[in-house]
């Protein structure tokens, strides 16, 4: 995969990057430099609205302090409410110093703000404890705004930049303005409910390098998943290709009552453009022999594919639907024997049955990818589904260390791990997804693209974000998210991996 334009740094990373600049360049250089972005962003999307300015005790509340004078300045209508703080630091200091003291405002944040640019300049990567009164207080009235214009400075106050775990009355922004690099915080969890869009400004330190930590404990530094990282997708074909090139798949799964998984699986690699599908299924006596809407998926007893070495199978999908029942089990223990020298997706209830059964689990020549919702990687993890969710990324690192896989935690944000702990996050994707049926699709066209002959760093992001950015385009159209299906974003991916130059960015 293409090296990514937009990283996404831990705060620890970030520190170390802050300190780095900060020594690169003039004293008090960055501060000014992140208030005047600020300043442009606002005069550029809403001047000729009055701006309210909500400053906390650190330099985030410095941000805005400088921010308001910039405003001013500039003859736009500012109101100022800052927090009662003992002492500043040394450029929130310098700002305060600075400050025109008829902008400052007293008591709590009041009137009406329709039609406003509320700015939050709270707190940022300094917030490191459970919100105070006033600040609740101040928040829930920002909140509360209608027909204003809310803007975050560095993170929403609230949100956690690391986890983007929100805490309550978190500030709700329609646009993020994050300083020097961008943070996974503002895309996972409920990171993007918090931030809304998204702009970085790195505040001229782009040539800037630092000595990153490379502790178990911190997640250093990873990607957002974008369309411009995901190029191995658009790649037209030849002409002088037959269905032998594009590979054969097999899914393995479809227990009973569940034959609908394993066919949306099928289907979702077919669309993708797999050469040949099979499809094993584990019910005892399958009710179907033929997929009528997709008679080109070939149907056959689970048993009988697993006992068929000439089959030429590629890629192996296996899990959706299965079951989790002994039978399920043996299923699982054969497929994973069949498939230990073969790319793998290990999808649904065989995440279950292998948290269950660890013995069963082979050892593996070929590379595999687990694909978790939280609670499955919770099991697989042996803790509960809070403490996956409390750090997506250390999470779907140490699921991915643990099981030498790659790990697509699924989820607002999906976070993706490669077995030696680079990580990414999906910056495609909406609420659409949270119906059934869309992770077994998502199975399905990961193992598609490895059938195509992918590496894993590009069918596993490619097929994350082509899956999320299938919703979005079904959604642009009118088609979800509320009441988006399962099969629609089958139809939806093939469409947008056939037009690459529209579409979802
Ligand atoms: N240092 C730099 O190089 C730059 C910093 N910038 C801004 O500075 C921010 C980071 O500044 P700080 O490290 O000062 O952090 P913050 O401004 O986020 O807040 C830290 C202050 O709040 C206090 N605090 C933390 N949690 C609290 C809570 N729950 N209730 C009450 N007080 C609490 C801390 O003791 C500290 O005084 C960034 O998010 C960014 O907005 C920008 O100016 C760009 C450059
Ligand atoms: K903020």
Redesign the pocket.
Known sequence: MAATSHPLFGSTALRAL?HA??SALPPHT??P???QAACLLILQRWRGRPVTILC????????GLVLARLLNQASVPVRIWALN?DKR?A??ERAWRDLPRGLLQSGDPKGDAKGAVIVD?L??????????AD?RRWLAWANEQEGAVRVA???PTGLDADTGEAREGTFMADVTLT??RDKPGLHTRSGQDHAGEVVVDM?GTDAVTAALPSDDQSIGTGNLIRRADCKTLFVSRKHDTHKGSFGTLAVLGGGHGMTGAALLASRAALHLGAGKVFVGLAEANPALSCDLLQPELMLRPAASLLGKKDAGIGVWVVGCGLGTDQGAADWLAATLHAARETPTVVDADALILMAANPKRVPARKAAWVLTPHPREAAQLLGCDTAAIQANRVAQARRLAAKYSAWVVLKGAGTVVSSPDGRWSVNGSGNAGLATAGTGDVLAGMIGALLAQGLDMDDAVRGGVWLHGAAAQDLSARGIGPIGLTAGEVIAAARDLRNRPENGVT
């Open positions: 802050e600049a900060q960055l501060m430099r992140a208030a906390g005790p650190g330099n985030n509340g410095g941000d703080v630091p450029d929130a300049a707190f940022g990567i300094g917030l490191h404890r459970d919100l105070d600040t400075l560095d993170i300083f020097l505040l």
